[in-house]
């Protein structure tokens, strides 16, 4: 089983618009790493995201770019959201997921998944970056995309 962690894609500023909608910036490179994920032969069935615009936005542009995947509004899945019943929901849906948050819930996330604690900063999200945990009896790191390396 695969987890995709995603930090939104860059979003206007609450000045230029108080919804943080994602900036043309932020749709241009989340479509490409939309792209890299595709012709990497990525699919995903199912799609979570936070109520946030920018992370609507996100999950939207990937799910066209790879596989069409079902994606899910969840209201647990903000900034500061807690992370602790995550690791058993996973278990328990057993087939591959992605999820479109926000920062600093997908640091916490990764840490609790691959330590047992979720106040290790493992992993330096950037915007539209993607994580990728594999799980095996336990789970680990299998590959980390950003947008700089594409």
Request: hydrophobic residues 40%.
């Amino acid at each position: 089983m695969n987890l995709y962690l995603v930090q939104h894609g860059l979003a206007l500023s609450e000045e230029k618009d108080s919804r943080k909608p994602l900036s043309p910036e932020g749709k241009d490179i989340t479509q490409e790493i939309g792209k890299f994920l595709k012709a990497k032969g990525v699919k995903i069935e199912r799609i979570w995201h936070s109520e946030k615009l920018r992370a609507i936005q996100t999950a939207q542009i990937i799910s066209e770019s790879t596989s069409y995947a079902k994606t899910e509004k969840r209201k647990d899945l903000n900034p500061l959201d807690p992370v602790d019943k995550f690791y058993t929901e996973f278990l328990k849906i057993n087939r591959d997921l992605m999820i479109v948050g926000h920062l600093p819930f997908l640091q916490k996330l990764t840490s609790l998944l691959l330590t047992g604690s979720d106040n290790l900063e493992l992993v330096s999200f950037r915007y539209s970056s993607v994580l990728c945990l594999e799980y095996q009896e336990k789970w680990k790191i299998a590959w980390f995309i950003t947008p700089e390396l594409i």
